[in-house]
């Protein structure tokens, strides 16, 4: 537990992320960007036992390896290419699970705004 009840996922430095320890019931992740670091991913499977969606276009998968992660490798955007899926229709394609407590995690090298 970090203060004011936030609660630290990841690793210490980059690729760690605080989150509200009120989102204890989280379900699903949808996280874009994994690169070379899921420790993120890998502490909220841990800790919530929920499935972690994924998606980044630059590597061949996650670099750890976890029943409850499902890696694409694409690129998000506003739009859908080949290589690319619109934000909206992952969060969509994904969806099928029925559970409501989601969290959406982007780290996706300066493009989280014209993303969203």
């Known amino acids: 537990m970090v203060s004011g ?8 430095g980059d690729g ?3 989150l509200p320890s009120a989102m204890q019931k989280i379900k699903v992740c949808y996280s874009g ?3 070379t ?5 890998a502490d909220i499977v841990s800790k919530f036992g929920c499935v972690v969606h994924m998606l980044d276009g630059s590597v061949e998968g ?10 694409k490798r694409l690129w998000l955007g506003n739009t859908n290419t080949t290589d ?3 934000v ?3 969060l969509k394609l994904e969806r ?3 559970k409501n407590e989601v969290i959406l995690k982007l780290d996706i090298e300066g493009h989280e705004y014209s993303v969203l």
């Open 33 to 35: 960007g994994v690169e």
């Open 37 to 41: 670091n899921s420790d993120f991913e």
């Open 96 to 98: 099928n699970t029925g």
């Open 62 to 71: 996650p670099p750890i390896s976890n029943p409850k992660f499902k890696f």
């Open 88 to 90: 909206n229709d992952w």
């Open 5 to 12: 009840g936030l609660l630290r996922f990841g690793t210490a």
């Open 16 to 18: 760690g992320y605080l």
């Open 84 to 86: 690319t899926i619109h």
